[in-house]
């Protein structure tokens, strides 16, 4: 055991946390503008409103991320037309390449959350808002949303959890985040365990920081 | 007392099984992504160099030989963690690692070098190479050597040097800095490969590339370092080197000088 690795590089691991830290983040946001619509829609009737949500939602779901991150971050390379339009100067990026993985991830998931949770309306206090003339849309304004969205918070919490885990997987595209840093840390000393660890215990700072806060969001919104 | 002296004499037992202990199998861990010298085949068994050498020294010895393939960046944890007792993985011979790690005599010896699309401008200058992104593979003695002489290129770190090709032929890299064999094995050799070359001089500074490639061992390993440094010997004197030499290379392998 050598913490003076851990000591002597921590800037290193800074940088990564910060990296980590923006990246789920600004994933996590666009990846909200994706799943709240795509949720109140993938209850819609129509299918041609449906069916791309609902293949969009499949696709995420049902592949792993990292398989994601690869067609997104390798696979776009080999497209010729792709690498020669202005969306190569976004692609060529390893942080926007894993950004667009992780948003389309996230959103995806999150969405089912908000599918889930509209679905499970209760029934009187739809009925009320129509007895009191509201339109649909003041109907889901008013009431869908602002109720569904207080019940989505336990399982949203969950899920930027699995996310600030999942982008562990960044590293493998170059990006240094704290995963990434750990592994220059450990290529450069060969001490695993110190590396390693350190990054575990950043990641465990970062979750339980997302558990303290939504736990004073639950309380505060239960109270309202 | 007598329970105790029994311990002491069995730990003493032990010590000496292990101080004396007859090699009769050698594990050897190999990376399989570093074409020419470690490489895998569809059928998932491991060829090239590194592994020809590996079966000509345990024939050499006498002893079984076994092949474990492990990733790069975790190939020195994993000798100590007893994975495997020996990697033969064009695994340089540096003072970093061989705080963790002693080394046989080293087997061959290749410079380094750059590799950039054609027509591509170079300057070995920390002011050129400032902003110019450069890939390397992860842990190696090139990510040393670029981290230390161009802490303000962009350095981009992969898992295998396969991986850095691909970003090169993706346009995302300027340059790649790799064993200067591997880079005409693996890059220049393959599809696509007459659009790139070598870029600047040959690179092979002891203080970041060391004295050559060697087979790293446990530091407690001592029997097995001499058995193997008098195979290297052997195999070196009785042409069986230089017949594996020229099944994969047109040059000299084993001295620094070309």
Not at chain 2, 221 to 226: H, M, P, R
Request: proline fraction near 3%; aromatic fraction near 14%.
């Amino acid at each position: 055991m050598d913490l003076s690795i851990i000591v002597n590089q921590y800037s290193l691991y800074l940088n990564g946390l910060w990296t980590t830290i923006w990246l789920v983040a600004l994933s996590l946001l666009l990846g909200l503008f994706i799943a709240v619509p795509a949720g109140i829609l993938r209850s819609s009737n129509n299918w041609f409103v449906k069916g791309p949500i609902w293949f969009y939602m499949y696709f995420f779901r049902g592949t792993p991320l990292l398989i994601q991150l690869f067609i997104i971050y390798y696979g776009s390379a080999q497209f010729d037309a792709l690498r020669e339009s202005w969306l190569w100067e976004y692609f060529q990026e390893a942080w926007f390449c894993a950004l667009l993985a992780f948003t389309l991830n996230t959103g995806a998931y999150t969405a089912e959350i908000v599918r889930g949770v509209i679905g499970t309306m209760d029934k009187g206090e739809l009925e009320a808002a129509k007895a009191y003339g509201m339109s649909a849309w003041q109907t889901l304004r008013r009431i869908t949303l602002p109720n569904s969205l207080r019940r989505a918070l336990p399982a949203y919490s969950n899920e930027i959890i699995f996310m600030i885990h999942g982008s562990a997987i960044a590293g493998v595209v170059t990006i240094v985040d704290i995963t990434g840093a750990a592994r220059v840390v450990n290529a450069r000393y060969y001490a695993p365990f110190e590396a390693y660890f350190a990054a575990g215990l950043l990641y465990m700072c970062l979750t339980f920081s997302v558990i303290y806060l939504f736990k004073k969001l639950e309380a505060s919104y239960l109270q309202q | 007392m007598k329970k105790i002296s029994l311990l002491i004499a069995l730990f003493a037992l032990s010590f000496n099984a292990a101080q004396a202990k007859e090699w009769k199998h050698i594990r050897f861990g190999v990376e399989g992504a570093y074409p020419p010298f470690s490489k895998t085949e569809a059928d998932g068994s491991v060829t090239g160099f590194d592994i020809d050498i590996a079966n000509a020294l345990c024939a050499e010895m006498e002893v079984k030989c076994t092949l474990v393939k492990q990733d790069w960046d975790g190939i020195i944890p994993a000798l100590l963690g007893r994975k495997f007792d020996a990697i033969i993985a064009t695994m340089d011979i540096t003072e970093e690692r061989k705080k963790k790690v002693a080394f046989s005599d080293k087997y061959q010896h290749i410079p380094a070098r750059f590799v950039a699309l054609k027509g591509t401008d170079f300057q070995p200058t920390k002011e050129f190479m400032a902003g110019k992104s450069v890939g390397v593979q992860r842990a190696t003695t090139m990510d040393l050597y670029i981290s230390d002489n161009y802490p303000n290129a962009k350095i981009k770190r992969y898992g295998s040097a396969d991986e850095a090709y691909l970003d090169l032929k993706a346009g995302r890299l300027d340059y790649v800095m790799a064993d200067s064999a591997a880079i005409a094995d693996g890059l220049l050799a393959k599809e696509d490969g007459d659009k790139y070359e070598f870029i600047g001089p040959k690179l092979n500074d002891p203080k970041w590339f060391g004295e050559g490639a060697g087979i790293a061992l446990r530091k407690q390993d001592k029997a097995l370092k001499v058995k193997l440094d008098s195979a290297i010997a052997a195999i070196r004197a009785d042409g069986t080197y230089k017949t594996i030499q020229d099944k994969y290379f047109t040059f000299d392998v084993y001295g620094a000088a070309q």
